[in-house]
């Protein structure tokens, strides 16, 4: 079965920007949900931005004002932009489509079917 597959971390330094990019495979990009997760070194995974198919986002409260995620239906593609970014902000992120609960999209990873390998980020200060 075909993976979901992010590209597009790296290091860089605080205040710098990066977009994570997620090639999607049909039968997950059909899926109500699509979000961003990310897991620091002896961190839980966290939820990060999701996207209801419908153009709803919900954000991590650390992270809105500096990321926008989004879609590309033509190319089954889904996008994290990360601005300003901070120290703090170091993790490997992944991709995942899911369901909603209750006609949302929540940032819980339990809700999501399908799943990248990740990418890394590094910021540095």
């Known amino acids: 079965q075909e993976q979901l597959v992010e590209s597009g971390g790296g290091s860089v330094q605080a205040g710098g920007s990066l977009r994570l990019s997620c090639a999607v495979p049909?039968?997950?990009?059909?899926?109500?949900?699509m979000g961003w997760f990310r897991q620091a070194p002896g961190k839980e995974r966290e939820g990060v931005a999701t996207l209801h198919r419908g153009g709803d986002t919900n954000y991590a409260d650390s992270v809105k004002g500096r990321f926008t995620i989004s879609r590309d239906n033509a190319k089954n593609t889904l996008y994290l932009q990360m601005n300003s970014l901070k120290p703090e902000d170091t993790a490997t992120y992944y991709c995942?489509?899911?369901?909603?609960?209750?006609?949302?999209?929540?940032?819980?990873?339990?809700?999501?079917?399908?799943w990248g390998k990740g990418t890394l980020v590094t910021i540095s200060s």
């Open positions: 995942a489509a899911g369901q909603m609960f209750y006609w949302s999209c929540r940032r819980e990873s339990g809700d999501m079917a399908y």
């Open positions: 049909g039968y997950a990009y059909s899926s109500a949900c």
